[in-house]
């Protein structure tokens, strides 16, 4: 298996502004690198809708171990700005929501003695 950060910093040198200009201005040529951020990029949006639509807890396990794999294998600095804090924001927002539902639950329970 091939590192991700080689890979995305391939096609313009890795954090010039070449590299990240959108495909549509380069031509008719869309440089590997270019490909691959957005195949990661879908990959990151695909995985966090089906969390935020999922209702299967040993589903939504599963996903949380997807979410932690995707975040330690690729490279944010070669990668859209802002693409890290929208996962850790929306993450934030759906272990609030499980810990509130918890907690409302937890409360409906009979007091223990």
């Keep these: ?7 995305l910093q ?8 070449l590299s990240r200009r959108s495909p549509a ?5 869309t440089p590997y690198s270019h490909t691959l951020r957005a ?13 935020d639509n999922e209702h299967n807890i040993a589903a ?3 996903l949380l171990k ?11 600095n070669a990668m859209q ?4 804090f929208s996962i850790l924001s929306r993450l934030h927002r759906y272990l609030y929501s499980a810990y509130e539902s918890a907690a409302s639950s937890s409360s409906l329970l009979p007091p223990t003695p």
């Design 1 to 7: 298996s091939t590192p991700l950060s080689p890979q």
């Design 10 to 17: 391939r096609g313009g040198g890795g954090g010039s502004s």
């Design 25 to 29: 201005t380069q031509g008719a040529f």
């Design 39 to 51: 195949t990661v990029h879908e990959i990151h949006y695909a995985v966090l809708c089906a969390l």
């Design 60 to 62: 939504r396990a599963q």
């Design 66 to 76: 997807c979410v932690s794999v995707l975040v330690v294998h690729t490279p944010y």
């Design 81 to 84: 700005p802002g693409l890290i």
